[in-house]
């Protein structure tokens, strides 16, 4: 009796650690919410079904409604790779135990990419001051709050330098994706919104209807190309395994179809990936500082002590983050 009770609890423990084993080649990918789900399932999956090949790992796409419900997927280890916009990134790398390991690369092989304003194309509304009125008879469509270019962009850039807060400024103001945004400029629910080059070069190629309603009338300055971040948490040898995937896809360095794999990469508008790591959240660190400094040197109802005491702190750490920034350039 007692041999048969061993020869059971071993093959407990044995099952166990299979399930545990298991589990652990499981990885979960989260998406962030730029699109619809099924767009995003669309140009995503053959990606990960590629990275499933190659790793050995079960690569599972994970979408949330929002950009926090990814940043909290990582946070509570349901989610423990994502593609992230940086503003999102800053947030898992700050709070989630995230860490950038690679970079997208735009299909055109430009360094970053840009926050556009849209107004439909027959508007009358010609520049960014134009738009600016603050007299409440417009309406403005923003980004998801952890959304780079959809809302920390145009919040330092457009409105932040100005002193300008969009809800006093605008009849209303909404919080949406890219696509939603640039549909509701195109069907003139909306006066205008925030989006970015890349997407509207999605809405181009997969609703050209839609992009021929809408004109730009701000561009940004620069920001960093999108980072893919996993927990920092992961065995060494799955994030070797993820490592080299990326590094080598649609590369000459790749053992699968570089020409197929290319293909697949510029459905979602971009090149073969480069290394990188969270230094590249610099700049939007600096964004993120000055977009405070900018709301506290707005705010009407503090004294200029009051203010001091506020701004000190923040200029102390925009002027770290611009040194390791001017550091990190140069090496």
């Known amino acids: 009796m007692n041999a048969i009770l061993k020869s059971m609890a071993a093959m407990s423990v044995a099952l166990t650690l299979s399930s545990a084993a298991l589990a652990e080649e499981t990885l979960n990918f989260g998406i962030i919410s730029t699109e619809s789900q099924q767009n995003l399932k669309t140009s995503w999956q053959p990606l990960l ?49 995230g860490e950038i390991f690679v970079q997208s690369v735009p299909k055109g092989g430009e360094p970053g990419y840009w926050s556009v304003i849209l107004v439909p194309k027959d508007s009358p509304i010609q520049t960014v001051d134009e738009l600016l009125t603050c007299d409440k008879t417009k309406s403005f469509g923003l980004g998801d709050v952890n959304s780079t270019s959809g809302y920390l962009v145009p919040m330092t850039f457009v409105f932040g330098n100005r002193g300008i807060d969009p809800k006093t400024c605008f009849k209303t103001v909404t919080n949406a994706n890219h696509e939603t945004n640039a549909l509701a400029v195109a069907n003139r629910q909306v006066d ?45 040898a799955t994030k070797t395994k993820i490592r080299d995937f990326f590094l080598t896809y649609g590369t000459e360095k790749s053992t699968g179809d570089v020409a197929k794999e290319k293909e697949i990469l510029a459905g979602l508008k971009w090149a073969p990936f480069r290394a990188s790591d969270d230094r590249q959240l610099l700049p939007i660190r600096v964004m993120e500082v000055s977009k405070s400094i ?9 004294t200029a002590e009051a203010k001091a005491e506020q701004l000190k702190p923040l200029n102390e750490k925009k002027a770290a983050y611009e040194a390791e920034l001017a550091a990190a350039t140069k090496g």
Do not use: C, H
């Open 192 to 236: 205008a919104a925030a989006n970015n080059t890349e997407n509207m070069a999605l809405i181009k190629q997969n609703n050209p209807a839609a992009f021929e309603k809408v004109r730009e009338i701000w561009r940004s300055p620069l920001i960093p190309s999108d980072p893919i971040v996993w927990r920092k948490d992961l065995p060494d």
């Open 294 to 302: 900018a709301k506290i040197n707005a705010d009407a109802t503090l």
């Open 49 to 97: 079904d590629d990275m499933k090949a190659k790793t050995g790992l079960d690569v599972k796409p994970f979408f949330a409604s929002d950009y926090a419900g990814i940043i909290e997927g990582m946070r509570f280890n349901k989610v423990q790779v994502a593609w992230y916009g940086n503003k999102s990134a800053m947030e898992a790398v700050d709070r989630a135990d």
